[in-house]
Structures are given as structure tokens and as C-alpha cells.
């Protein structure tokens, strides 16, 4: 991305951010003859979309109608480096299974991968831009060695997660997916959400009962969905959730049982769980794909009434990263309680040690980020300009920037060999 390229108003861009999200969310879900009537600028924000939301290979597949050149070529481009991709996921995959199977050390694959084997996708269609696995504490130091057998190191962590990587930081080759990007590893200890700031943990339910050592499924189902509605509630609550995660969730859902139903209203034993209506209530405004009417009685009662009242009015664009907007207080709705709310503000206002550490850290693995000046200034600088500017989320506004950039240099070579 160039330095010198100036960023576009706050104002164009979010209202190109809303017309273009929209209408391809419609698009996924049904797909209309005719292009949309978009300027140039809406059609490079409608790539900075696609990237986003991890939907650009769906929508090669599904669109029905053909855009401008460079919107179609970048699909095209997409979908090709998600099949390559791919391929990599899979030999990964099988490395890091028999690798364990040697050490006997038993992993969960998480998300994408377990999609994956239930074939919910064609090839290509999801991407993956990490391997998430879920490790026994007892057993991470023997996951770490049969990490470093494959050639990956520890290259951070955080609360949520260890990271491993072949390669150090760099930037990303071109817009998008590219085969040319890392294939890190995520290995958690722990699945859980902070909404907004007590944790929902669902880690115990995950596993199956007996597990073998290497690469083991969910324990059903009910595990599956429920770790991907609480993950899409995580998102939600900070703004961050990506389209990809709820066609994960509409096209799960016809899978499930009355059992898997029940078992997802007990995952946390006695405590039902709430945050599943936000999601769920996504999925069915989006993709017309509803859980049972007696699950979503049971859930919306146990939800907290504000959430309750506000989920169902929720839209891409306020809680995805289609909203270009750094809220001072995301996801605030989450709280439970009055006491929950402020410390969840107080959170806000005075991140602790290792909340501040993660922004710096989210700095330095994102070398794209560093052409827009956030992680490195003081809290209390980022707390005045959200009270006295609008100032843009970084990642939304570095991939508008990236497809603004990769369009201009597109266009300036169609211009040199015509």
C-alpha cells in the first residue's frame, strides 16, 4: 500500500462500506441478474468488502452476473489462491495428525478444518488463513515439539491463543488471499469470550469424551455450532464479525438433531446460553436459515433485556468489520448486570497491562497497519479521539486503502498496454 495515498472521506467510505456489504451479503444469499449501479470508488470498497468477510471465493462461485474487469479478475484471483491454499491446509493438516499420532499427544481441530471434513464447502469456497487447535495445558509442551519438528516457532502470544509461524512478521503479499502468506498455527488451551468482559467458556464440551492422540473431531455437532456461535458472539460484541462466519452457521444448522438442539441449550450446564440468540437471529435475517422456535424462546429468556431488545436490530454495519466507526464502547449491550457495564467501560478507559501490551502487540504481527498511526499512541490520546473525531478502525480502513491502491496500479498498467 502506498504511504503518500491519501485516505478518502470518512464519510464516502462508510457509505460505500454499507451500500457495498449489503448487497453482496443479498447476493450469497440470493443471487440477482443484474449488477449493482456502483461508481468506480464502490466497486474497489466492494473488493475491500469481499476481503473483509473472507467471501470473495463464494462469490466467484455464485454471482450470477458480471462486474467490471478488475472486480471480476480479483475474484477469479481470489478463488484461485484459496484452492492453492488449500491444498496447503490439507498437506498441513495430515502433517500435524501423524506427527501427533507419533508423539501421542490428542488435538481438536477447530472451526474451518472441522467445516471442512463435514464438507459443507466446495472446494475453495472457505477460507482459511490459520489452523486453529485446541491442546490439553498438560500437553502443550509436547505440542510445541512437534510443532518445532515441522518447522514452526512460537512467534507470539496472547490471552486467547499461542501463535506459530514458518516465517516472522511481514507484509502480506497483494489484497486478499495469497498463496504466498503464512500458514500460522493457533493453539488454544481455552475457548472462551469475554462479553463484554466476564468470560463465556465452553472449553469442556468441545473434546470428545475419548480422545485418541492426533487430530480429533468435535464431540457432535451441538459442540461444532456452539463454538461458532460463540466465536460470531465475540466478534459481534467488538465489531469484528466477518459474513464467512454466519454462512459457517446457516450451513450447519440443517444439520443438527433435536438432541444436538439440546445439548446446545445445556452447554454450559445448567446456564443456557444467551449469547447464541445474536447470532443466531444474524443468520436467519441474512440467510433465512432459523434455529427451532422453542430454541430461540429459551434463549431470548435467558438473554439480558437489552440485549434481547437490540440483537434483533442488528446489521452488518454495526457489528461487523464493515463498520468503519471505533465505537468507545462496543458491545456495551453484552453486559449482564449495571456492575458489568462499568466495568466493562472502566476496561475500556483503562485497559490494564496486558490489555495495552496486546494493542502494541497488534501493531507489530500487522506491519500493514503501521501506515495508519493507532497502536503506537498513548491510550490516552486513542480515548480523545473518540470523543473529538471520528477516527477510522484501522483494519477496515487499511483494506479500503489496500483495494484503492491495487486498483490504481491495475489501472495505470490496462493504461500502459493499451
Not at 79 to 84: A, E, I, T, V
Not at 129 to 144: C, N, T, V
Not at 316 to 332: D, E, H, Y
Amino acid at each position: 500500500m502506498s504511504a503518500a495515498a491519501p485516505a478518502p472521506p470518512f464519510r464516502a467510505t462508510a457509505a460505500a462500506l454499507r451500500a457495498t456489504t449489503e448487497r453482496l451479503a443479498l447476493e450469497l444469499r440470493d443471487p440477482q441478474s443484474q449488477p449493482p449501479d456502483w461508481n468506480r470508488f464502490e466497486w474497489d470498497v466492494a473488493r475491500a468488502v469481499t476481503t473483509l468477510h473472507g467471501i470473495a471465493a463464494l462469490l466467484r462461485r455464485r454471482l450470477q452476473w458480471r462486474g467490471p474487469e478488475l472486480f471480476d479478475g480479483f475474484l477469479a484471483h481470489q478463488y484461485d489462491h484459496s484452492l492453492r491454499r488449500e491444498a496447503r491446509v490439507d498437506a498441513l493438516l495430515a502433517r500435524v495428525d501423524s506427527s501427533t499420532r507419533a508423539a501421542g499427544v490428542s488435538i481438536v481441530a477447530l472451526k474451518g478444518a472441522a467445516l471442512r471434513d463435514l464438507q459443507l464447502y466446495a472446494p475453495g469456497e472457505r477460507p482459511m488463513g490459520d489452523l486453529d487447535l485446541l491442546a490439553r495445558a498438560a500437553e502443550i509442551s509436547a505440542l510445541r515439539q512437534v510443532l518445532n519438528g515441522l518447522g514452526y516457532q512460537e512467534l507470539y502470544r496472547t490471552r486467547r491463543h499461542v501463535t506459530f509461524s514458518t516465517a516472522p512478521p511481514a507484509m502480506p503479499h497483494g489484497h486478499g488471499e495469497h498463496i504466498g502468506n503464512p500458514l500460522t498455527i493457533e493453539v488454544h488451551t481455552r475457548v472462551a469470550e469475554p462479553l463484554p468482559v466476564s468470560y463465556c467458556d465452553i472449553t469442556n464440551r468441545l473434546a470428545p469424551l475419548q480422545e485418541t492422540p492426533g487430530i480429533n473431531p468435535y464431540r457432535n455437532h451441538a459442540a461444532l455450532l456452539a463454538h461458532l456461535l460463540l466465536h460470531a458472539a465475540g466478534n459481534m460484541r467488538a465489531h469484528a464479525l466477518r459474513l464467512v462466519q454466519l454462512v459457517d452457521i446457516a450451513r450447519l444448522l440443517p444439520r443438527l438433531s433435536d438432541a444436538d438442539w439440546n445439548g446446545l441449550l445445556g452447554i454450559e450446564g445448567e446456564r443456557v446460553p444467551h449469547w447464541a440468540l445474536p447470532p443466531l437471529l444474524m443468520t436467519q435475517r441474512y440467510f433465512n436459515v432459523a434455529a427451532p422456535n422453542r430454541v430461540l424462546e429459551i434463549l431470548r429468556a435467558a438473554c439480558p433485556p437489552l440485549l434481547a431488545h437490540v440483537a434483533p436490530r442488528y446489521s452488518l454495519m454495526n457489528v461487523s468489520w464493515s463498520n468503519l466507526r471505533i465505537s468507545a464502547f462496543p458491545g456495551i449491550e453484552w453486559s449482564r448486570s449495571a456492575g458489568e457495564a462499568l466495568r466493562f467501560a472502566r476496561s475500556r478507559i483503562a485497559p490494564g497491562k496486558t490489555a495495552r501490551e496486546e494493542l502494541r502487540l497488534a501493531g507489530r504481527v500487522q506491519p500493514q497497519v503501521a501506515a495508519i498511526p493507532w497502536y503506537d499512541q498513548a491510550h490516552r490520546t486513542r480515548v480523545l479521539r473518540w470523543i473529538f473525531s471520528r477516527p477510522p478502525r484501522v483494519q477496515t480502513q487499511c483494506a479500503v486503502m489496500a483495494a484503492l491502491d491495487s486498483g490504481s496500479q491495475s489501472r495505470h498498467v490496462a493504461i500502459a498496454r493499451s
